[in-house]
Structure formats: structure tokens, C-alpha cells
């Protein structure tokens, strides 16, 4: 916990420099920065499922939203929706808030209280396209407070090879 001297606005950033030096003259330097009561999104996360999914099936990814800042956060999550995947209409779930979605981008918006999680579940399909690549879905989380946020999951699509067999005649 920081203490400062002169009243700072709600959201100010807040900057500690840390200098280590060895004997052998080897310099290292940490930096930790805070907001001044402001929310904390920085441990919030993205996960798909399964991590190896296999083209034509379902893929869910699922936000973990967490506040762990001393005030709430009016939150804002924008996933584009990634290629090689198909969304369903209507089909995204959030634990509370509001969610809104089209074919390409997911969107919630809500209240995230401090200690609270928020859960946001975007189901799809993979597309045939996708098989035998990575897929990147990066979606932006902003706490309306000056934070922003990026997260990201990565998922690699298996691929099927069917080859003929051949059998030689004796």
C-alpha cells in the first residue's frame, strides 16, 4: 500500500522505481505502477475450450473478469469475433451486466465490484478453414477509470488427415 502526501485525483497513476546494484557493477531495475483508488482489471482472463479443439466442433471461450481495485468498475468487454470460427447469434452468457453481439464482435458492459468476478461465456464453431493453425482471439477490457486492458487465448485447431490405404498385390 502507497500513502502520498497531497491529495491525488481518483485514477491518477502512480509510478515506484526499484535500482539493484551488485558488486560487479550489474544494474537491475523493477517497476511497479498503481492507480490511485482506482479498479484493478490486470487479473483478468481469457481461456478456451478445449485448449486442442478439432475443426467443425464447438470452441467456448470464457472471460473471467475480476476487480480486485478498491472501487468498482463500469466495465466494457469488445471481443471480435475471430476467423476461421462461427457465432452464433444470441448464444454468448454473461453472470450479470448486459451483453450485446452481431455476427463479427461480442460486447458486455456492467458493474464490477471490488473482490468481484464476472463471468462471460462466447460459444463457437470452427470452421473447416481453421484446421491445422493457431487462432487468436484478443478481445479489449476497459475499466472506464483510464484502465485498459487486452486478453487473449490462443488455441490450436487440430488437424485430420485421411489417406488412402494401398495394398500391394502378391
Do not use: C
Not at 502512480?14 to 550489474?26: I, K, M, P, Y
Not at 478456451?48 to 470452441?59: D, V, W
Not at 475471430?82 to 444470441?90: D, R, S
Not at 470452427?126 to 475499466?143: G, I, K
Request: proline residues 7%.
Amino acid at each position: 500500500r502507497l500513502k502520498v502526501d497531497s491529495p491525488l485525483a481518483d485514477g491518477t497513476m502512480v509510478r515506484n522505481e526499484a535500482w539493484l546494484r551488485d558488486e560487479s557493477g550489474l544494474v537491475t531495475v523493477r517497476t511497479a505502477s498503481a492507480r490511485v483508488d482506482a479498479p484493478s482489471l490486470s487479473l483478468s482472463t481469457l481461456a478456451g475450450s478445449p485448449t486442442e479443439p478439432m475443426s467443425g466442433r464447438p470452441l467456448t471461450y470464457t472471460f473471467s473478469l475480476r476487480n480486485d481495485g478498491p472501487r468498482a468498475a463500469q466495465a466494457t468487454l469488445t471481443d471480435p469475433i475471430p476467423q476461421g470460427v462461427t457465432y452464433q447469434l444470441g448464444s454468448a452468457w454473461a453472470s450479470s451486466g448486459a451483453i450485446s453481439d452481431t455476427l463479427q464482435v461480442v460486447s458486455w458492459g456492467g458493474s464490477i465490484q471490488p473482490g468481484e468476478t464476472v463471468l462471460v461465456t462466447v460459444p463457437v464453431v470452427l470452421r473447416p478453414s481453421a484446421a491445422a493453425r493457431y487462432l487468436l482471439n484478443r478481445a479489449t477490457l476497459d475499466d472506464d477509470a483510464g484502465g485498459a486492458y487486452t486478453l487473449e487465448s490462443y488455441s490450436w485447431v487440430q488437424a485430420h488427415l485421411f489417406l488412402p490405404v494401398l495394398f500391394e498385390k502378391e
